[in-house]
Structures are given as structure tokens and as C-alpha cells.
């Protein structure tokens, strides 16, 4: 996976070793956090074998850390948890790096006015 060459000169040398497979697997759910994926997706995006994408959803799952419904996996929205692990915001600041950071207006303008159908069933 490559970086940007400002990320590669400003960057201490630390802070550039490779990401984990589970490291990756959350930077790229997350910098997608409106969808959910399947894992040969996810595979297929960051460049890792299916095998060890699976392996690593399931141990994100184990910590909270992604949501699994049917054969889709996705990031969790507990913006707290995820905030508490440690490669989340290395694997993020990579991530925004490769794909631009959110922009948040941008989605405000195209949220709809109601909550999803899945959001509703929670409540």
C-alpha cells in the first residue's frame, strides 16, 4: 500500500512500519464507515489474502471493534472504543492520507431526514 510523499518525508520512521492485517482491515472499514462489506471485499481493497482478513474480523469482532451481520462486515459506531485502540488512529491517519479525510458538511448535506430502517428497529 503506498503513501503520499508528504506522509513518507514528515513521518518518523516508527510511524511508517506496516500496519497489521487487523490494522488494516479497520483503517479501510472505517474510512467506509457508511457500508459494509464482505471480507473478500475487504481482501480484494487492501491487497491481503481472505484468510487473513477473516482472521482478523473476527478478532476485531471479539473486541467490539466491527459489526457482523450475514456474510457483511462493518466498522462499530462506538466512536469511544474505537478511539481507545491503539492502531486505530495510525491506521486512519494512513487511510485519510490515501483517500482524503471526511468531509462532514459534505455529509450532512446528503443525510437523509429520516434514520435508516435499522437504526429505527434498535430504538
Known amino acids: 500500500m503506498s503513501i503520499g510523499r ?5 513521518a518518523a520512521e516508527s510511524e511508517l ?3 497489521s492485517v487487523p490494522d488494516h482491515v479497520l483503517g479501510f472499514l472505517a474510512a467506509h464507515k457508511d457500508r459494509a462489506f ?8 487492501i491487497g491481503v489474502d481472505e484468510s487473513a482478513v477473516s482472521t482478523a474480523l473476527s478478532r476485531l469482532k471479539n473486541r467490539g471493534l466491527v459489526e457482523h451481520k450475514a456474510t457483511y462486515w462493518a466498522v462499530t459506531d462506538d466512536l469511544d472504543r ?6 486505530y488512529k495510525r491506521a486512519t ?8 479525510e471526511e468531509e462532514t458538511e ?5 443525510a437523509p431526514d429520516e434514520p435508516h430502517p435499522s437504526v429505527e428497529n434498535k430504538q
Do not use: M, P, V
Open 17 to 19: 512500519e506496516d500496519l
Open 82 to 87: 474505537l478511539e481507545r485502540y491503539s492502531g
Open 106 to 110: 459534505a455529509w450532512r448535506e446528503h
Open 38 to 45: 464482505k471480507a473478500h471485499e475487504i481482501a480484494s481493497q
Open 93 to 100: 491517519a494512513l487511510f485519510n492520507e490515501q483517500f482524503g
Open 6 to 10: 508528504e506522509t513518507f518525508e514528515n
